[in-house]
């Protein structure tokens, strides 16, 4: 692959550097830090914004929601999907679609012995959001059931230590049926649900969706929530299911138009991570730079000796680029496998911050926080590498070149 | 008491290694105060190793060296560097003197360190400078005077403190022959008046037989040690 | 003073070197010490906007209340209460309040939500509710039959000023209450869930009605001196004795103070990863200039420079440049903390969009300003801080350097 010669100027570029080693390995060791540094900080930010979008687009509205129109602004039970299958049935035909579920939405009152509050009151096909949101995976406390007869709930974490119930007490929920009366139903609580969705947590009290029809008289649904294979499917879905669905009152959702926030959250994190990177790409190619132009000045005898004995200059420039490059590639080496292998070890076994679960939380995310690995934090660390180095490398060569070497072998040392 | 006596002082460069040197091989010597000695020999021989173990600059490998009393062998680096500035000037021979200060302030350095005051160094500045010739560049940067002036900058540098010894290793290599003969008259000159005892290293002959006393080194021995009257 | 007088010539002849350096390390420090004032000054603000909405700063309750949030755990004797709080001068002002829960009905709706009595005058000193009006009138110690009702409630009880609605509830007594209310004002804070589920009412009218006279589930007060709060709730709570018992807001907003030291931790490890890189630059620029100097130092050395002398001077160019640059950062970072205090930065699309999302999914107020804090010791400590660090770049040189015996520098190619 290398001439001859070329492995000569290795070789050269080699020694050198040992020579040298104390300010190669300054390079070395900033690069490899820096790599690590900012491998971390995408792998884990990532990890965390997915980790947020999915607690909320999972056990919330899902990647594509298809709901009444009117209902968004005014979670008023008459504004139902009133025939949900003619829906469902082209959803089944979508291979896009990963899962589906119906869910009646309804704002309620909870009360216990001394204490009531607000609820967001789910009705919930268990089984169906089993192996839609996986749901039992959420269960900290008790079972994933609404017992045999039905009159079962499962409740959000915080809703349940404020309301101080637990496993097998029961709750009165208060709402609305469809005539505008007050109804009322007596539960058991079966289990108790951490999501990480504030809305679930805080406020949420799931129960059988059939049982809470019977209760308000909805014949419908209020929600379709639906998960793609493809995250980023969603635009193409929705174009295709509107026409189909052709009803003036129905309204086909992004998450990313019912989450904005998060949509916006991940914008203003790739756009910060971008900052930070090239922010740092700058400072580095500085510092490698320096040392170049101190490695080049210093040699100017020596490569004026090369070039008397026949070497031509583009042959010294490139000893010069190469030189640098494996310094500055070694770094990126050694970051790159220091800062994967730690990414891998965080993506495999998640970063255990348990003891701040519930600060956490109030952010939407899980005491575990698992990173992000992609191959092109890597392909695009080594392009900034590269970039950097023959950046660094331009102006030290130029200046050599001004100097003409050969002259400068009759200058004193 | 001897004013410098040197006793079987070894040197072994890279010991144990494959490039091992010896460099000197037991030396033993004594010099008298007020000597102006050259110590000659091929390249290789050990001349400017033995000024280094000389001036504490280096240390031996084996052996002692006693000067004014003080075993310097036995010293550590920083009480080494106060009796350099306390006794001894050096000459080097690529001048090495301080870019960043003027001819001035290169004199008067060593004088700084020691806390004499200002108007002292001063007025010894002057007194020098005007000995060596260099009193009307005293404000210039070093890089602003050809070799002959920055080699006088550098024995005035190594004179201004009143120290016991100068030792000059090859102090006129870098010099043409007018150049090197001034010097070497200069140099002679304050080992009389300035009663300093000068030891300086050589392989020019004409610069040799300036000397009142001249040792030749070969392979790290001392070969020859006579004494011209 | 000739140590010094080298330093600077030393910097001036390397004035490129130098002036990149004195860059990098102002930028470093006005980055640092404006992202602290930020930091500092956005969580206080989302603090006091949390705790002065409606929380309040410091809260007596029964010391049963917590476990057992029912009718026999309150404040039995208010007007006791009230008299030892006038007491503290460390007190500013307190006020009552009685928090139950109703449902609220009119002919077309009926919605479950916070019901709670105040006493309007006081409440006014304790909280922002006075302030948060943005459609008809605060309440008065004289309303009967009046409600303060938080705006999005009163969308969706489809209400507005003047109009009709009744509430069921349970009096203090555990004895059946309803009654119907005219809606005299209503209030919008930063908090979504506060605003669409709160009713505010006259405690006098409230304690005809539900029998709670003299009686109160919480009484808000607010410290003189914000600083002495922990100090000032002990005083209290001696003062009250064991049966009730007193919180201030690091206890009762606990979850959103740890989430706001995560958030400053997180802001950190970014700021870290910049000034290892920062830092990592200036450190391998004060290498390549006392490696230039080797043979220098080597005469320096020889004619008497003790080694401590050599670290003298090098630490003195460090702190030349420190001076320079901390001071020159430290102006810039103090003049943004300042300005940022006093016009903080306006996220313009998070005051569209994503404010009102943001609260309603995170529960959390949302502010779509930032405003940084003007702390000067702080800025002190930063600047502190960073000269140690500019100092800290040199001493792997020193190390280094020292390493040599001056014959070995002398000789150093």
Redesign the interface.
Known sequence: MFSHTEMLYVKMALLHIVRRK??AA??S??IA??MI??LL?EGMYEGMMVQITQN?IKTGSGTVSIQHKMFRS???IKYTIANPYKITALLDSKKEVESYVMRINQ?????T???????NVMGIDLEKESSHAKLENFIIKGNYNFNKNGRGALIGYRLAKKL?VDIGKKVIV???DTN?E?VSVALKITGILKTNN??ID??GLLMDIERLRGLNGIQGVTEISILLHEQNDDTQLIHSLVPKINDQNIAVYSYKEL????H?GEAMMQTYSRI?SS??FI??T??IF??VL?SVF?RVREFGIMMAIGTQFHDIARLIIYESLVITMSGYIVGALLGGGLLWYFKEFGLDLSG?S???A???MDSSIHAILKREYFTSAFISVLVATLAATIIPIRTLKQRNPIQSISEQ? | MNFLTVRNVKKVFNEGSESQSNALMGIDLSIGKEEFIVISGPSGSGKSTLL?II?G???PSEGSVELVGTVITALN??DL??F???N???V?QAY?L????TVK?NI???M??MGIPQSQCDARVLEVARELDIDTYLNKFPDHLSGGQQQRVAVA??VASKPKLILADEPTANLDTANAQKLMELMRRLNIEEKVTIIFSSHDPMVIEKARRSIVLRDGKIIEDTVRS | ??LF??AL??LL?HKK?SI?TLL?SAFSTALFIFANALNNGTHNQLIRSSVEIYPGYMQITNRAFE??????NLIFDVANVTKTLQKIHEINASAARFES?A?Y?T????????FTAIEPEKEAHVSRLKRSLVEGEYLTPSDTNAIYLGAELAK?LKVGIGDTLSFISTGADYSFAADNLVVKGLFKTKLY?FD??SGFVNKGYFDEVMHSRNIATHIIMSPTDLEQIDVVTQKVQKALGHGLEVKNYKTTLE??I??M??DTIFGY??L???F???F??I???A??SV??RI??IG???????????VMGMLLIEALILGFLSVGLGGAAGAYASHHYEKHPIEIT?LVD??AQ??AK????VAEATFPSEFNPPRIMLDMLIMMLLNLMTVLYPIV?INRF???EA?RY?
């Open positions: 104390g300010r300054l390079i060791i900033m830090i820096s540094g900012l900080m909320s005014d979670n008023n704002r309620g009152l909870i009360a012995a001394g204490y009531s509050q607000g609820v101080k208060t709402m609305q505008n007050v504030m809305a805080s406020n989450y904005p926030s998060l916006e930070s922010f740092i400072v580095a500085l510092g320096g040392v101190v210093e701040l519930d600060a956490f109030i952010f939407g040392p | 280094n001036g600059l280096d240390a680096e920083n560097a106060l350099r500035r306390e001894i000037g050096f080097f090495n301080i870019p960043v200060l302030e008067e350095y060593v700084r360190l540098r190594a | 003073m000739i007088k080298m010539r030393e002849s070197r990149v990098l476990e057992n949030p029912n009718f026999d829960y449902l009905s002919n077309e709706q009926s919605i479950g939500g916070m969706r869930e669409n589920a979850d959103l740890l989430a030291e995560i490890i970014t870290g990863i910049f290892i890189v920062i990592f630059v450190g391998i620029f290498f390549l490696y230039a043979r220098q005469v320096l050395r020889a004619i008497g420079t003790t080694p401590k002398q699309s969009v994503d999302e943001y999914q995170y529960n959390m280094l015996t001056p014959t002398i190619v």
